[in-house]
């Protein structure tokens, strides 16, 4: 029964019990009365009716007034505070009910915030513990992934389906020399989160690794597998696979990680020993055959005649000069691949000379200085060995001539990297020298067995002594190989700040299908890309002069994985459209022209939705060019434009700038293809949410809302 | 009746030298420098034993060996195989495809006659 209807009964209940004693008293009264009786009552009410009217009716709406005061106090007030109790558990926890009404009511709100308050102080304990734990194993994961971003190996974790969770920078910076294409991304761009590695790898050897590893695991077996791939290009990898177990440490794989070794130069380089070895034996073989029967026939009948003895001779003469010419073209040939296996890492000169003194001073106390450094010269060199063995020459030569100091000189010619070591004293004698080469070296309480010969020899280089006489000094010279270092992994940390992106294990658990209308907006993957173009009129020619790209995987817009292309679109910029773009005319001139960078960014973004801000705008361009590049943007496009028509309809504008600034997001560059494309992918990250509120979850809800939508009538 | 021994090779700096030296034991030596020309000069010729070379331009050392031993009428022909590789497993191909020795380059003429006559006198 409702309240109202309550109180209305209780109004009747109260004007029946005010009146209804004295009418039954009346009654039975009126029956049990004579005749006469009965006349002389009707007299005596008849005048006072008016007053015992009037007083009942008082009575009554007294009554009624505090009927109604109690049900405004008690029974409303109790329903207002249990509406305020409500909005406590649960919209807005900080929310208080205002103590109102008799004391009963009062003490009863008081208790009800006490309790809230208890209740709030326990959830912000246990949020505060979850954040902490949160916050724990966040660094735990940073930690991780800065540890494999410093390795020397590339390494990459995949789930089982073969979607890439982690890859480190050397994996980045591997398959990024791998690729081989005009534009800044081709290839490159295909390792990223949340993308398939069998775009890199062939997918059968993965599976056969993946089963072996089974195979392993149930045969008790350390788990792991090894195979060796061939990459377009002819590149060779080597791969290992280590599984990753399920967290509850059963047998059940749930993933795996992959160092990945390029052993191209390894393969060619033990083909080339080979095939020195092969022309040094086997080749000399036939000649020496020659030779040898030739030899002993001169030997064993020397009474021929002259005639034939000459053409003995000639065999002999012939085929040793033959073979000398061989021995000869084989040493230029392959030089480089007959020095010494001994490991030799690619050092800078000068980080080796600085240890060299460091090590010379500290150890003997004597002052070194340097004079002309190339301080570019990379060399191939065992530097512990290397700088031992200048440290031993410099403790012979306090030995034996007390220098006030050493200098040190590094020049190059050609392959060979001249490493000098110099004194001012007396001319020393070559004998002197040849011992110090030849015994085991030791300096101030260290030795070594090896000779300073040895350790020259292990770096296929040499060693001599030579004089300046106009200086009144002296040098040892070592020479020894130059080495072309790698390009050194150019750090794109500036780049975006917050934790590093190449990694986002909650992708452990994804499902493989990338693009499916009915899965959750958050969960997808996408592309968020814009373009520049030469003017507003695709279909007047105007071209694409830049495209810009980021991925939005699980949420989070990853800054490292994007794409940056100029365009050279083929015709004139227009003059008024270069302050809006700031790209210039020589800018675009030698950049790949669309037919190079659209079937590009197409690899980029394939399997993902694609985001653009006024889609309609860019998808026209792209679309214009289908026929000409056959390629085909065939996947879902989401416009923000739309999305924020969706969130905001009574808004005015939904120009880039405007929401940026209604939805609070600030930007420092912009009007650049990649900065407007970070720039939507953060909008569109902001507009999830307030899609969920709207009851739009899934792709295929956003994309009809959008339709739906005035803005979704422009047509380019 | 001297032996006849049939020198296969396409180097002449080792041919001279073998037929030098044959001729020298009292053989009577022919010279084929190709393999082609071996079954030829092996029909017009008859020796009674082969000093093939294995790396010979048209027809290998090996295929002239092959060849040879399928036809029966030859059964009794000794076949040398002379060879400037030094493998294990090309001595064994060698044998397989009939040979009845097998001589890796350099080697000493002295053992090579030696087994010359060890196979002529078997």
């Known amino acids: 029964m409702k309240a109202k209807h309550r109180l209305l009964l209780a109004v009747v209940v109260l004007g029946l019990l005010m009146t209804g004693p004295f009418v039954v008293t009346s009654l039975l009264v009126w029956l049990d009365m004579q005749d006469a009786e009965r006349e002389m009552l009707t007299k005596l009410l008849i005048s006072r009716l008016p007053i015992g009217t009037m007083m009942t009716l008082f009575g009554f709406i007294l009554g009624v007034f505090v009927i109604h005061r109690l049900f405004k106090q008690y029974v409303e007030g109790l329903l207002r505070m249990s509406e305020t109790l409500r909005l406590m558990l649960g919209a807005n926890r900080n929310f208080r009910v205002t103590p109102d009404g008799p004391p009963e009511v009062q003490q009863l709100a008081r208790a009800a915030n006490d309790l809230a308050q208890q209740r709030d102080a326990l959830m912000d304990d246990v949020d505060s513990q979850i954040a902490a734990a949160k916050a724990s194993v966040e660094e735990e994961k940073n930690r991780l992934a800065a540890l494999m971003s410093e390795l020397a190996q590339a390494v990459v974790v995949c789930n089982l389906d073969g979607r890439i969770l982690l890859y480190n920078n050397r994996a980045r910076l591997q398959f990024r020399a791998l690729a081989t294409g005009p534009t800044s991304v081709s290839g490159g761009a295909l390792i990223g989160l949340g993308r398939s590695i069998h775009s890199i790898l062939e997918k059968s050897q993965v599976r056969h690794a993946q089963e072996v590893i089974r195979q392993r695991l149930a045969g008790g077996k350390a788990a792991m597998a090894n195979f060796i791939t061939t990459l377009r290009g002819g590149q060779l990898l080597r791969v290992q696979m280590v599984p990753v177990l399920a967290a509850d440490g059963g047998e059940a794989m749930t993933g795996y990680v992959l160092t990945i070794e390029n052993i191209t130069r390894n393969i060619e380089q033990e083909a080339r020993r080979d095939q020195v070895l092969h022309s040094l034996t086997e080749g000399s073989r036939s000649a020496l055959g020659n030779i040898r029967a030739a030899v002993a026939n001169l030997i064993d009948y020397p009474e021929m005649e002259a005639e034939l003895r000459e053409r003995f001779l000639k065999v002999v003469g012939d085929e040793v000069a033959a073979m000398s010419q061989r021995l000869d073209q084989t040493m230029a040939e392959f030089s480089d691949s007959m020095k010494t296996r001994w490991p030799l890492e690619d050092i800078l000169g000068i980080d080796m000379i600085a240890a060299a003194q460091r090590r010379i001073e500290d150890r003997l106390g004597l002052p070194t200085k340097t004079e002309e450094l190339d301080d570019a010269l990379w060399i191939k060199a065992d530097s512990f060995s290397l700088v031992f063995a200048l440290l031993y020459l410099a403790g012979k030569l306090v030995d034996h001539y007390e220098p006030r100091e050493l200098r040190f000189r590094l020049s190059s010619e050609g392959k060979l990297a001249y490493l000098d070591l110099i004194w001012a004293g007396p001319a020393m004698s070559s004998e002197t020298f040849y011992t110090w080469e030849m015994e085991s070296m030791q300096v101030a309480g260290e030795t070594t067995p090896m000779t300073l010969r040895e350790v020259i020899d292990r770096h296929a280089g040499e060693i001599w002594y030579q004089r300046e006489k106009a200086a009144h000094r002296a040098y040892f010279r070592f020479v020894l190989p130059v080495a072309t270092p790698e390009v050194a992994p150019e750090d794109e940390r500036s780049r975006g700040s917050g934790r590093p992106e190449y990694y986002d294990f909650d992708l452990f658990a994804a499902r493989n299908e990338f693009v499916d209308l009915d899965r959750k907006l958050s969960e997808l993957t996408y592309t968020v890309f814009d373009t520049e173009t030469t003017g507003l009129e695709p279909s007047n020619g105007d071209e694409i002069i830049q495209i810009g790209a980021a991925r939005i995987v699980n949420n989070r817009q990853l800054r490292q994985e994007i794409f940056n292309q100029l365009v050279d679109p083929e015709r004139p910029l227009r003059p008024e459209s270069i302050p809006i773009h700031g790209i210039s005319e020589d800018m675009v001139r030698g950049q790949p022209n669309i037919d190079i960078v659209l079937p590009a960014f197409h690899e980029f973004c394939e399997d993902t939705v694609l985001i653009a801000h006024n889609a309609a705008f860019d998808m026209r361009f792209l679309q214009l060019k289908e026929e000409r590049t056959g390629v085909r943007f065939t996947q879902p496009v989401l416009d923000t434009l739309l999305l924020s028509a969706v969130v905001h309809p009574n808004q005015e504008s939904h120009k880039l700038d405007v929401i940026l600034e209604r939805l609070g997001i600030g930007i420092a560059k912009r009007h650049n293809a990649l900065e407007d494309a970070f720039a939507t992918g953060e909008v569109f990250l902001k507009l999830v949410p307030l899609l969920e509120e709207m009851g739009i979850v899934t792709l295929r809800q956003a994309i009809e809302a959008s339709a739906k939508t005035q803005f979704a009538r422009v047509k380019y | ?122």
């Open chain 2, 1 to 122: 009746m001297a032996h006849k021994i049939l020198i296969v090779d396409d180097e002449p700096n080792i041919v001279i030298s073998l037929e030098f030296l044959m001729k020298k034991e009292g053989f009577e030596v022919a010279v084929a420098g190709d393999g082609e020309d071996a079954l030829a000069k092996v029909a017009a010729f008859a020796p009674d034993l082969v000093l093939l070379d294995v790396m010979m331009p048209k027809k290998s050392g090996f295929e002239v060996c092959e060849a040879l031993r399928a036809d029966p009428a030859r059964a009794g022909l000794r076949i040398v195989m002379l060879t400037a590789k030094g493998r294990d497993t090309e001595v064994a191909k060698g044998l397989a495809l009939g040979a009845n020795a097998y001589v890796t380059k350099p080697f000493s003429t002295k053992e090579l006659v030696a087994k010359v006559k060890e196979l002529l006198a078997a």
